[in-house]
């Protein structure tokens, strides 16, 4: 696709149940990057994906939360037995390669309200 | 470790008149600078950024920013501010395999 894509754009779960986020980055694009932005804050990093090796899993906050992205395009961050704590915008990014300073393009971001 | 700090949560301007959004940064090695923009409910756009060519950078929508090294600072500008420049800006180094957000400068522009 032309950019970033990711659903839900918006979603409302109840405490407790699992959900799944899914991102479909830009066609071609080897890394995936996972981010969480609390209101207010500036995004913070979750994961990284090089094809469908996890690079990177040290900013997930703990075991609840996983991604994988087992074909190297789409990735799916999972948050299992969700709490009120974990609402906030989910992010995803992909890139051409990991190189520093290789341009980064970012979803518009998943909405997640536990209520 | 890399980390960047925007020292203005908060910038106030008037329509036509010059924006400063001022960030410095730390960095073990020569950095990746970006500036991002997020107008409301919409994703995060690329203004410029700055990987070792040119220290003063030109982006999108008539800003741009200067690395400067003695100050370890990359500061965003523009000359004359738009109503739809309203928005949060961040301040990203990067780091060895992931960005590294600040933590935003909103800026308002008053008619």
């Known amino acids: 696709g032309a950019g970033v894509s990711q659903s839900p754009r918006y979603k409302v779960t109840k405490r407790g149940q699992d959900v799944a986020l899914r991102c479909d980055p830009i066609?071609?694009?080897?890394?995936l990057y996972w981010y969480r932005q609390a209101l207010g804050q500036g995004p913070e990093f979750l994961t990284y994906?090089?094809?469908?090796?996890?690079?990177?899993k040290s900013g997930l906050p703990n075991d609840r939360f996983s991604a994988e992205r087992p074909e190297g395009s789409i990735s799916t961050l999972t948050i299992q037995r969700t709490e009120q704590r974990d609402s906030a915008m989910y992010r995803c990014?992909?890139?051409?390669?990991?190189?520093?300073?290789?341009?980064?393009?970012f979803g518009e971001g998943s909405w997640l309200t536990v209520v | 470790a890399q980390s960047v700090t925007q020292l203005d949560s908060h910038v106030s301007v008037s329509e036509g008149t010059p924006v400063l959004l001022r960030c410095n940064y730390s960095?073990?090695?020569?950095?990746?600078l970006f500036w991002y923009v997020q107008h409301p409910n919409k994703g995060l756009q690329l203004l410029l950024k700055?990987?070792?060519?040119?220290?003063l950078v030109k982006g999108i929508n008539g800003f741009e920013a200067e690395f400067k090294k003695s100050e370890t600072s990359f500061h965003l500008t523009k000359p004359s501010a738009h109503m739809s420049d309203a928005a949060e800006y961040f301040c990203?180094?990067?780091?060895?395999?992931?960005?590294?957000f600040g933590t935003g400068t909103r800026l308002q522009v008053f008619p």
């Open positions: 990014a992909s890139s051409h390669s990991d190189s520093s300073g290789n341009t980064i393009y």
């Open positions: 066609s071609g694009h080897v890394s």
């Open positions: 994906f090089n094809y469908e090796a996890q690079q990177d």
């Open positions: 960095s073990s090695y020569s950095p990746s």
């Open positions: 700055y990987t070792s060519a040119a220290t």
């Open positions: 990203v180094v990067s780091g060895t395999d992931k960005l590294i």
